[in-house]
C-alpha cells in the first residue's frame, strides 16, 4: 500500500511542477513557445481590452497595462482625445494672493481638472503674485466669478518657482477665462491665452 502511495505521490508532484514545450524538446517556462503564437477567437461575446501583450529583451512574454488615456481600437492603439472639459474650484481668502495652491498636484482636489473657477471671499479684484508650481507643460484655464482677476507678473512676494511671466493680458473680468502653462525650463507660469 505505501509502494502505491509513493508512486502516485510521486506522479502528483511531478505533475505540479511540469512545463510544456510547443516547437522545443527543452521547455523553459511553464508554456514555452518556439514559433508563432495565434489566438483566433474568444468565447465571449464582445471583449474589453485592457491589457496588451508583448515580448521583452529576452523573449518573454508580458502583459501590459493600456493606462486610461490609451485606447485600443481594431488592432489600432490610440490615444484618446479629450474633448471635454472639467471643473475645480479653489477660494481665495484676500485681495492679494501669494504663492496660490490651485490643488491640481497628484492625489490633490483638482487634480486631472482643466479649469479652476477662482472665488474670492471678499468680492471684486483678486490679484495673483504666484501660483504654486506644476510639472513641465501643466496647462489649466483660471476662471474667475467673483469679479476680475490679475495676474501680477514677477511679483517677489511669491516664490521664484511660482513666478507668473510678465504678460500684456495679465487680467480677465468676471466670467472671463486666462489659460497658463508651466514651463518647467524657466520655472514660471506662461500666460497663453486670455478671453476678457
Known sequence: MNYILSILTLFMSVSLFAQVGIGTTNPQATLDVNGTLRINTTDQESVITNKLGGLNNDGTFREVEI?????????????KKATDHSFGSIILPVKTNHDVDLLIGDGELNEGKSIIRIYNLLLGESKLTGIKAGYDGQSVWLYPQDGKLKLQANDNNSLPVNHIESNNKSGAKQYGMINIVYDGTRQKWIIMQNNE
Do not use: A, F, R
Not at 493606462?67 to 490615444?79: A, D, M, Q, T
Open 67 to 79: 493606462g486610461g488615456n490609451l485606447e485600443l481600437k481594431n488592432n489600432v492603439l490610440s490615444i
